[in-house]
């Protein structure tokens, strides 16, 4: 059985480059969505990932992205977990 995770990558971004991060996210493994939003958030990206380390590995790369400021990640909790 593969268990996958996910989660969305809430992203900062230097003015401007809002859209360049978001078609730059969608090159990144892992990453199924990226959207340029208004809000708090100038991307959101909706990733999924294997383990910590894999989620670890795709937070790097968000950095390393030129404009990207900072980053906030929900992961998604799955339905029935923790119900009883």
Same mark, same amino acid.
Request: proline share 3%.
């Given at each position: 059985m593969v268990f996958v995770v996910e989660a969305y990558l809430c992203v900062n971004c230097v003015g401007g480059m809002t859209w360049e991060i978001a078609?730059?996210?969608?090159?990144i493994e892992g990453v199924k969505m990226a959207h340029a939003v208004?809000? +708090?958030f100038d991307v959101i990206a909706?990733?999924?990932f294997?383990?910590?380390d894999?989620? &670890?590995?795709?937070?790097e790369k968000f950095?390393?992205?030129n404009g990207v400021q900072r980053t906030q990640t929900a992961v998604?909790?799955? &339905?029935?977990?923790? +119900?009883q």
């Open positions: 078609d730059e996210a969608l090159k208004t809000g +708090q909706y990733i999924k294997a383990n910590m894999k989620l &670890r590995e795709i937070i950095m390393s992205l998604v909790i799955p &339905r029935g977990l923790g +119900q």
